[in-house]
């Protein structure tokens, strides 16, 4: 059992095993830092944690051309049915999916979740846990500091958590180390920061004690076994 996560920029990941290619806050069209184009994608499921576009992005697009179900909040799920996307799997935080790669679990997250062109509520936003060949991620969505996240990890126990760094609309590098140190993955990745220039740009001050911290350029990935 092993899978790949690969980091696309921004806070978008690809996490692969086997004939699995689950896509997780595909922001890629816009994103200055995207890794890939959306017309490269061909994945078989998508993961969303809350609805501004920096984060839902190409989803509508990717979705309906590869036939993807997308794990999300019931309120965005609501929305890409009526928008024409029938495999859409809605849940809200606390609650677990089983799929045919393993699993998706929705945890809480601080912050807000609209769609932006419109305004539209877009339900809460959530953290992820997608299990995926054996191998347990935690992608904490766009968050501030909650000392559940302790509690998280203590029942996911995920092996790689993904943790946003950029500071002004998530946690800084500071409390985001609180957040990996609470979390206790072996690995911790930082995401949404320098894609803007009102994000942090650089992970500098990012130094959870007793996690092992890898920096990832966007394009580049992990195996995890
Ligand atoms: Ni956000
Ligand atoms: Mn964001």
């Known amino acids: 059992m092993s899978a790949r996560a690969t980091f696309l920029g921004h806070s ?18 816009g994103n200055p830092l995207a890794a890939r184009k959306a017309e490269a994608m061909d994945v ?6 809350h609805g501004h576009a920096d984060h839902f992005g190409d ?3 990717i979705a ?6 997308v794990y999300a909040a019931h309120e965005i799920c609501e929305f890409l049915t009526e928008r024409g996307h029938d495999k859409c ?23 807000s979740s609209s769609y932006e062109k419109e305004g539209r509520y877009m339900g809460m936003p959530c953290g992820a846990i997608v299990s995926i060949g054996g191998v347990v991620f935690y ?26 760094i950029g500071d002004r609309y998530t946690m800084g590098p500071e409390l985001a180390s609180r957040a ?3 979390i206790g993955a072996k690995i911790a990745i930082p995401v949404h920061y320098k894609t803007f220039p009102a994000l942090r740009q650089e992970a500098k001050g990012f130094e959870p004690k007793g996690v092992a911290v890898r ?6 990935s992990i195996e995890l076994d």
């Not at 309906?64 to 179900?69: L, S």
């Open 12 to 29: 978008a990941v690809l996490l692969e095993s086997g004939e699995h290619r689950v896509l997780i806050d595909p922001f890629l069209t």
């Open 44 to 49: 078989t499921g998508i993961v969303l944690t």
């Open 59 to 61: 989803t509508e697009w």
């Open 64 to 69: 309906k051309r590869c036939g993807a179900p």
């Open 89 to 111: 799997e809605g849940m809200n935080p606390g609650g677990k999916v089983e799929t045919d790669f393993g699993f998706v679990a929705l945890t809480q997250a601080f912050h």
């Open 139 to 164: 992608h904490c969505g766009d968050t501030g500091l909650f000392s559940d996240m302790k509690l998280i990890g203590e029942i996911y126990r995920p092996q790689v958590a993904f943790v946003p």
């Open 180 to 182: 990996a140190e609470f």
């Open 215 to 220: 920096e990832l350029s966007p394009g580049e």
